[in-house]
């Protein structure tokens, strides 16, 4: 019997019928089912009505000859096996058979039992030939997999030679560091990995990886426009016949999640602060406490116009102060411990208008304030944003407040709005003083203020709220020109707070770059 085969089919097309009886009793005997035909027209049609696996077809035959018949035969069952079998000894007749798609060719007198023997041989090539085109489907669908995979994935993947040459890169490694696949072909891998790791380690990739089967760890990256970033780089062996042919390199980015863990420590940061904070208020309150009521005294026990009287009225200017930074830092703490947000789909513009006619209000130069120019920009549809609208006027109504206090001699306030692919941008852009570059960084933190009055709370609590929203302001400003403070809100409340649109937004900070 054929390998893999239970009871294979045979046709047997073969005018004597002597012969063909012989033949359909060896092949039975084989465990073969056997099919009969005496001319080419039958044989014909119990090639289309059985599909046998083999077809023994004689050259001559009464009706339709045999050449016709294995044409017949290759062109409407090409996987099966066909021998054919002439009692011409003459060479150009199995030439023409094998031309014709014959897989072998027989001169009469044969033995049976041999013939069995080479359709069983036939059968287990075309096996052997069909598991070979399964494989090669096979392995193309993996290939076209795995290049697909390289396309798609968000890691840089780089292979080299055994020497450390770049052979190719994926569309993630291209646009991570900036090369064409033209511009890095055959060059050493340590033209972009070469620089001080995280560790402080200089390492030769290639040799390690080789040495020791693979390289993991964080290194600082090159890239074309020789700006560096952080990546999380491991390299392994691409082996053939147990040889070393080359190495595989895979890179994953970690300048987002760097950002993150920044946000993360400078929350920690607040968090500690704000816990100290709320002790040293009560603390310093009983104090003013004492001071304000004791000045008081003193005041009604002096005369209106001695020198005690003076001083006291001093005393009693510098408690009223402290209490309102006291109050201030108090109703910071307050805030951030026990306010409950409530996000909602909000049009930003009305927010804005009322935080601008809040800030007028408070700031004491209400003459200068009118000295400035006021104006929004915005698309034409009115963005909107799933924000806290309460918290986000107080965002505004600090940045607004910051702008007109810049400005005491009057200016320009523009607010420009845009909807971003991830988000709303809304940038606040001054002509007032600016910033100095080094302060820049501490701006977010509580209690840093370059005012006379004031705790230094409002930028503490824009960052704050925008932590809540999943948000982020980044800031430029140049000392004597001005300051831009942009606001990003994401379209939804749940989007991660990695900043996924800062290579959307229309503005570039120049010296002086913040993001918290």
């Excluded at 030939?129 to 993947?157: P, Q």
């Excluded at 109050?327 to 409530?342: A, G, H």
């Amino acid at each position: 019997m054929a390998p893999g085969l239970d009871n294979p089919k045979i046709l047997i097309a073969e005018d004597s019928k002597i012969l063909n009886n012989i033949l359909k009793d060896v092949f039975e005997e084989r465990g073969f089912e056997v099919f009969q035909a005496f001319d080419g027209s039958e044989g014909k049609n119990l090639l289309l009505k059985e599909n046998p696996d083999v077809a023994l077809i004689d050259v001559h035959m009464p009706r339709i000859d045999g050449f016709e018949t294995l044409r017949f035969a290759k062109e409407k069952l090409p996987r099966s096996v066909v021998i054919v079998m002439s009692s011409a000894d003459n060479p150009q007749v199995g030439v023409k058979a094998m031309k014709l798609g014959a897989d072998d060719y027989l001169t009469k007198p044969f033995v049976a039992g041999d013939v069995v023997d080479l359709a069983l041989k036939l059968l287990e090539n075309r096996k052997v030939g069909d598991e070979n085109i399964r494989l090669k489907k096979e392995i193309r669908r993996s290939e076209k997999y795995l290049a697909h995979l390289t396309t798609i994935i968000n890691e840089a993947l780089i292979t080299t030679d055994s020497g450390g040459n770049i052979q190719s890169i994926n569309r993630a490694a291209s646009k991570l560091w900036g090369y064409s696949f033209e511009e890095l072909k055959d060059r050493d891998i340590h033209f972009l990995v070469r620089g001080e790791a995280r560790t402080l380690l200089h390492r030769d990739l290639v040799k390690d990886t080789l040495r020791a089967g693979k390289v993991e760890g964080e290194f600082h990256f090159r890239k074309k426009d020789n700006s560096t970033f952080p990546g999380y780089l491991s390299t392994s062996i691409i082996k053939e016949n147990n040889r070393a042919r080359g190495i595989v390199i895979v890179v994953a980015e970690l300048t987002r999640l760097y950002a993150v863990e920044q946000r993360l420590k400078q929350s920690e940061k607040l968090a500690s602060l704000g816990k100290v904070v709320e002790g040293v208020a009560h603390e310093v309150r009983n104090c003013l406490t004492s001071l304000g009521g004791f000045a008081l005294r003193l005041r009604k026990m002096s005369e209106a116009d001695s020198s005690t009287s003076k001083y006291t009225e001093i005393i009693l200017n510098d408690v009223g102060r402290l209490e309102k930074m006291v109050k201030d830092i108090e109703e910071y703490v307050r805030f951030s411990k026990f306010y409950k947000f409530n996000f909602v789909r909000t049009d930003l513009i009305p927010l804005i208008a009322r935080a601008r006619d809040k800030a007028l209000n408070e700031i004491a130069d209400g003459m200068a304030a009118k000295k400035v120019n006021f104006s929004i920009d915005a698309h034409k549809t009115s963005p909107a944003a799933q924000v806290d609208p309460a918290a986000m006027e107080e965002v505004f109504f600090n940045i607004i407040r910051n702008a007109y206090e810049a400005m005491p001699n009057g200016g320009r306030l523009k607010v420009t709005i845009r909807d971003l692919k991830s988000g709303v941008s809304v940038a606040f852009t001054d002509t007032g003083v600016g910033i100095h570059s080094e302060d820049v960084s501490e701006i977010f933190t509580p209690f840093f203020t370059s005012k006379t009055v004031g705790a230094g709370m409002g930028l503490s609590k824009v960052h704050l709220l925008l932590e809540e929203h999943r948000g982020a302001v980044k800031v430029s400003s140049e000392q004597g020109k001005g300051s831009t403070f942009e606001v990003f809100l994401p379209v939804e409340h749940l989007t991660s707070n990695i900043y996924p649109w800062e290579t959307e937004s229309p503005f570039r900070p120049s010296r002086g770059f913040s993001k918290r």
